[in-house]
T-cell receptor, first 114, second 117 residues
């Protein structure tokens, strides 16, 4: 089974609107961390936001927030007030327990329309 | 601190040749990771080092691949007898060892894009 599933290959959003990028995960370990990264066309992976499995509050970082629904095993990224510079690939990733691997999803390509 | 750097950024080689990539992590980071990313996919873990010790290797890392981190600073990834299927982006990341907070953000380099003809 896939550790991380991103079901939206591509998404479009109007500038200044909010958009939600979906991510579901699969683990039996009670301790895990969930990460979102942005990858512009330049190729570099840019860390956006982190959510720990024991965190009670949803993580927020500026215009980014993570909608963490533990029972559903989902960790959706919400980008508010989209900007043209948000156009990029977005990857959800998970680190399980004491493991050292990051498991990445296949990514969602976001295009912000002026 | 200039972040994680990788060299070269692009490499074109003929099938059967050997190639070597270099990664310079953020200076205070003791963990270093190598990933491979093919078109339309997320990064796939290859291996990781804690200081100079290679502690984990993916089964994706065939015997043609070898990675080193001799002094616990920079790392090299060598691919021997390259095949067309090795064409991919090779990403390096570094991090601090996670503490009790379990949080260890990985900082990625710009990657080396390998094309095997």
């Amino acid at each position: 089974a896939q550790k991380i599933t991103q079901t939206q290959p591509g998404m479009f959003v109007q500038e200044k609107e909010a958009v939600t990028l979906d991510c579901t995960y699969d683990t039996s370990d009670p301790s895990y961390g969930l990460f979102w990264y942005k990858q512009p066309s330049s190729g570099e992976m840019i860390f956006l936001i982190y959510q720990g499995s024991y965190d009670q509050q949803n993580a927020t970082e500026g215009r980014y927030s993570l909608n963490f629904q533990k029972a559903r095993k989902s960790a959706n990224l919400v980008i508010s007030a989209s900007q043209l510079g948000d156009s990029a690939m977005y990857f959800c990733a998970m680190r399980e327990g004491a493991g050292n691997q990051f498991y990445f999803g296949t990514g969602t390509s976001l295009t912000v329309i002026p | 601190d200039t972040g994680v750097s990788q060299d070269p950024r692009h490499k074109i080689t003929k099938r059967g040749q050997n190639v070597t990539f270099r990664c310079d992590p953020i200076s205070e980071h003791n963990r270093l990771y190598w990933y491979r990313q093919t078109l339309g996919q997320g990064p796939e873990f290859l291996t990781y080092f804690q200081n100079e010790a290679q502690l984990e290797k993916s089964r994706l890392l065939s015997d043609r691949f070898s990675a080193e981190r001799p002094k616990g600073s920079f790392s090299t990834l060598e691919i021997q007898r390259t095949e067309q299927g090795d064409s991919a982006m090779y990403l390096c990341a570094s991090s601090l060892q996670p503490g009790l907070a379990f949080y260890n953000e990985q900082f990625f380099g710009p990657g080396t894009r390998l094309t095997v003809l």
